[in-house]
């Protein structure tokens, strides 16, 4: 009897499809959760800013038509905050989804301010778009150094290579590294462009 229905359980969610969780009755107040969250995140910092961003990764495609207006806010923070939760949130079921968080990193990497234009690059390089790696490479000589560990960090995760560079090594031996980096990149693209 447990067993039956186990499996009558099984088989209403597998009938579920994308459509009837958008019409589900808790739709609402998930919306009005994330709505919530934007909020909070538009005060917060530290830890309690990185967790309401990681719930909003968890919420996934839930999140993404109140995170992307965020991507043109005009504070920066926001801008940057954005473009990293975007960057999460995958759903190949949803092709219109993704080109539409893909258009707002395009947009972010041509974004005045260095930390939205490299967080939106290394969310485009997280996503398997190595064009933007001559931005990350660029960062790698950005004057703060937080900017250039999350550059240098993404381009490790994305190609496995490093180049001796230390983000807190002598500004000349970060652009020695730098330009080994472009080096191999223009290799790369000569071969995979």
């Known amino acids: 009897m447990k067993f039956a229905a186990t499996v009558a359980a099984v088989v209403v969610l597998a009938g579920c499809s994308s459509n009837d969780i958008q019409e589900h ?5 998930i919306q009005r959760e994330i709505t919530q969250i934007v909020e909070n995140v538009r005060n917060e910092q530290g830890t309690a800013l990185y967790s309401d961003l990681r719930r909003l990764v968890a919420y996934d495609v ?9 991507a043109n806010d005009p504070n920066a923070r926001l801008r940057s905050n954005a473009m990293w939760v975007l960057a999460q949130i995958k759903d190949t079921e949803r092709p219109e989804i993704t080109q539409q968080i ?16 490299f967080e939106a690059a290394a969310g485009l390089a997280q ?4 064009d933007v790696l001559p931005i990350l490479i660029d960062g790698l000589e950005n004057d703060d150094s937080s900017v250039r560990y999350r ?3 993404q381009l490790v995760s ?6 001796g560079y230390n983000v807190d090594a002598p ?5 020695a590294a730098a330009e080994r980096w472009r080096h191999w990149y223009a290799g790369w693209a000569r071969t995979h462009g």
């Open 127 to 130: 996503r398997g778009s190595w």
């Open 102 to 117: 893909d258009a707002a990193l395009r947009k972010g990497t041509k974004d005045d301010d260095p930390t939205v234009k």
């Open 158 to 163: 994305t190609t496995s290579k490093s180049f």
């Open 171 to 175: 500004e000349s031996d970060r652009q």
């Open 25 to 29: 009755p808790a739709n609402p107040e």
């Open 62 to 70: 839930f999140a993404v038509e109140q995170v992307a207006p965020l």
């Open 151 to 153: 550059c240098h960090e």
